[in-house]
């Protein structure tokens, strides 16, 4: 699941999941993975969860699934394969362990004083990275915490069970940026969270930040009116402002969408969520001033708030709220229109 602060919305656009199953047969979905991607300022990110192929003997069968999943295609022109992503986010159970030269006894005599680092030239993934067999393209942070695979459940014990697994880290976070569009990558954190105990794994997380700040953001229009519910079927009024400078056109639009995250306009210039009151109840909605040129379209047309007057940089607009159902080129949907 991906989270994104409100103000984001406006400006995320072509998301897109896709799902790959790599368990028994090719079929069955207890092995695979999960994508989400999208673009936010037009740049293309995905984030991949995963739980790949277990055991120590099914390094190659974690190498194949990495390719395959690398394969995914998408229905962004500008974006269509994996790699063509400018961020990717990789994250999961990938099962990488320790070779089989470990023992479960030796793991755990380097792991109790504090020396995993001794550990780490026998991790099956850091040797595939540097083969180039998988992951050659992506990187990880320092595995400055202690291996995250298997504990007894409850405790802070490795492995009791008669199978005695060896300690590894099977669970990682990896990225890969092109670099092509000048923007940094920094991984600020890289950690385990060994507190957690209800289950034989222990979570992991990681905290990234970009250096880049998109004309987009700015605050270019500015909305007052009564922060009350609104109704359907009733006369609603917006009062705006625009910043010194700020270029319009008559290609703009002050429109209100229902939050179903179908946008593809183009970037919006400040926006205010509110409710609006139906049937069948409250529902969260995206008021904002919308800048769209010739080349772009949009999936969901919103509702257009009617300005009065001519007004260069503030006026009012209304609209009288309503509900209809609209046919899409997938399935019917619901819309919020004049």
Same mark, same amino acid.
């Given at each position: 699941?991906? +989270?994104?602060?409100?103000?984001?919305?406006?400006?995320?656009?072509?998301?897109?999941?896709?799902?790959?199953?790599?368990?028994? @047969?090719?079929?069955?979905?207890?092995? @695979?993975?999960?994508? @989400?991607?999208?673009? &936010?300022?037009?740049?293309?990110?995905?984030?991949?969860?995963?739980?790949?192929?277990?055991?120590?003997?099914? %390094?190659?069968?974690?190498?194949?699934? +990495?390719? =395959?999943?690398?394969?995914?295609?998408? *229905?962004?022109?500008?974006?269509?394969?994996?790699?063509?992503?400018?961020?990717? +986010?990789?994250?999961?159970?990938?099962?990488?362990?320790?070779?089989?030269?470990?023992?479960?006894? $030796?793991?755990?005599?380097?792991?109790?004083?504090?020396? *995993?680092?001794?550990?780490?030239?026998?991790?099956?993934?850091?040797?595939?990275?540097?083969? @180039?067999?998988?992951?050659?393209?992506?990187?990880?942070?320092?595995?400055?915490?202690?291996?995250?695979?298997?504990?007894?459940?409850?405790?802070?014990? +490795?492995?009791?069970?008669?199978?005695?697994?060896?300690? *590894?880290?099977?669970?990682?976070? &990896?990225?890969?940026? !092109?670099?092509?569009?000048?923007?940094? %990558?920094?991984?600020?954190?890289? !950690?385990?969270?060994?507190?957690?105990?209800?289950?034989?794994?222990?979570?992991?997380?990681?905290?990234?930040?970009?250096?880049?700040?998109?004309?987009?953001?700015?605050?270019?229009?500015?909305?007052?009116?009564?922060?009350?519910?609104?109704?359907?079927?009733? =006369?609603?009024? #917006? &009062?705006?402002?625009? =910043?010194?400078?700020?270029?319009?056109?008559?290609?703009?639009?002050?429109?209100?969408?229902?939050? #179903?995250?179908?946008?593809?306009?183009?970037?919006?210039?400040?926006?205010?969520?509110?409710?609006?009151?139906? /049937?069948?109840?409250?529902?969260?909605?995206?008021?904002?001033?919308?800048?769209?040129? $010739?080349?772009?379209?949009?999936?969901?047309?919103?509702? $257009?708030?009617?300005?009065?007057?001519?007004?260069?940089?503030?006026?009012?607009?209304?609209?009288?709220?309503?509900?209809?159902? #609209?046919?899409?080129? /997938? $399935?019917?949907?619901?819309?919020?229109?004049?």
């Amino acid at each position: 699941m991906i +989270f994104v602060r409100p103000y984001l919305l406006p400006f995320i656009t072509n998301i897109e999941e896709e799902f790959i199953a790599t368990g028994i @047969g090719g079929v069955l979905g207890n092995k @695979g993975a999960v994508i @989400g991607r999208f673009r &936010l300022y037009g740049i293309p990110f995905c984030f991949v969860g995963v739980h790949m192929a277990p055991h120590i003997q099914n %390094l190659e069968k974690r190498n194949e699934e +990495f390719h =395959e999943i690398v394969q995914t295609k998408f *229905s962004d022109s500008l974006c269509k394969a994996f790699l063509d992503h400018e961020f990717i +986010f990789w994250s999961g159970d990938l099962n990488y362990r320790l070779d089989e030269s470990v023992s479960q006894e $030796r793991a755990i005599a380097a792991i109790r004083p504090g020396d *995993s680092e001794s550990l780490k030239p026998f991790d099956q993934l850091a040797r595939v990275r540097a083969e @180039g067999k998988a992951f050659a393209e992506f990187q990880e942070g320092p595995l400055s915490f202690p291996p995250t695979y298997r504990y007894d459940i409850g405790t802070q014990d +490795f492995d009791s069970s008669p199978k005695a697994r060896v300690p *590894s880290w099977c669970d990682r976070i &990896l990225w890969r940026a !092109t670099g092509k569009l000048g923007i940094g %990558l920094r991984q600020d954190t890289y !950690t385990s969270y060994e507190h957690y105990c209800n289950s034989d794994h222990k979570p992991i997380g990681a905290k990234f930040t970009l250096a880049f700040q998109p004309d987009d953001a700015k605050q270019n229009v500015e909305f007052a009116f009564p922060r009350t519910t609104w109704a359907c079927n009733q =006369e609603a009024r #917006v &009062l705006y402002s625009l =910043e010194p400078g700020t270029s319009v056109s008559s290609w703009d639009w002050i429109g209100l969408y229902r939050v #179903v995250l179908t946008i593809s306009a183009s970037p919006l210039l400040s926006f205010l969520l509110d409710g609006l009151e139906s /049937s069948k109840g409250l529902r969260h909605l995206l008021l904002g001033m919308f800048r769209r040129s $010739r080349r772009t379209r949009t999936q969901t047309m919103p509702s $257009r708030f009617r300005i009065d007057g001519r007004a260069e940089r503030t006026g009012t607009v209304s609209a009288r709220l309503s509900q209809q159902k #609209v046919r899409s080129r /997938s $399935r019917s949907q619901s819309r919020i229109r004049d």
